[in-house]
């Protein structure tokens, strides 16, 4: 017997207690407690009609290598990633939004170099921008956004940089990601390139 059907059984047997309170119990506060037994019985099935969905977290995509061909292929891998595992989606939009909390990134990969991309996935703490909202001097305004490639997200090096290829992809920009760059299974990660001191570096505070 499922847990619904267990439920739905204890709300019967609450509204036929209150009803047999109202049948042959005359005393006013125990007629009251019945009715309230009857109506809680009531909703109590009502809620239980309804349909339920399971609230479960997105489907992992599994990155297979030997299934990279193209730039192209890169990209539609990230895609899935920035939508899944990466959890992009549920701070960043592509696209002006109200409930946006965090930047827009449509056209982000024509914005940013990916190299600056990179760096801002797995080291969002590298610069310091500056919070102009309030009156003074501006405040430091450290990133909030965490760690991509650690734990609890923990994206792979190949992952991320299907990521970029989307973003740039998305921006209409030329995919600069390569297939030759991501790593065999079982190889060593290659160290990424510094990020380029040009373009966004001037919107932000190095350390």
Do not use: W
């Amino acid at each position: 017997m499922s847990e619904v059907v267990k439920l739905q059984l204890i709300g019967l047997s609450v509204v036929g207690i209150g009803i047999l309170i109202l049948l042959f119990i005359r005393a006013s506060f125990v007629r009251v407690i019945g009715f309230v037994a009857i109506v809680l019985g009531l909703f109590t099935l009502v809620a239980l009609s309804v349909p339920q969905m399971a609230s479960l977290p997105p489907v992992e995509e599994k990155f297979d290598i030997a299934t990279v061909k193209t730039p192209t292929d890169m990209a539609t891998i990230g895609q899935k990633i920035f939508f899944s595992k990466g959890q992009c989606a549920l701070c960043h939009t592509i696209g002006p939004s109200e409930s946006a909390r965090c930047p827009d990134l449509k056209g982000i990969g024509a914005k940013l170099s990916r190299e600056f991309l990179f760096e801002s996935l797995t080291q969002p703490q590298a610069y310091i921008y500056l919070d102009y909202r309030h009156e003074g001097v501006a405040k430091e305004y450290p990133a909030r956004m965490p760690y991509i490639n650690k734990n609890p997200i923990g994206l792979s090096r190949n992952e991320i940089l299907s990521v970029i290829a989307f973003l740039q992809q998305m921006s209409g920009e030329p995919i600069s990601v390569t297939v030759t760059e991501l790593d065999a299974p079982g190889q060593a990660p290659a160290a990424p390139a510094k990020a380029a001191q040009s373009g966004p570096v001037a919107v932000a505070q190095a350390h």
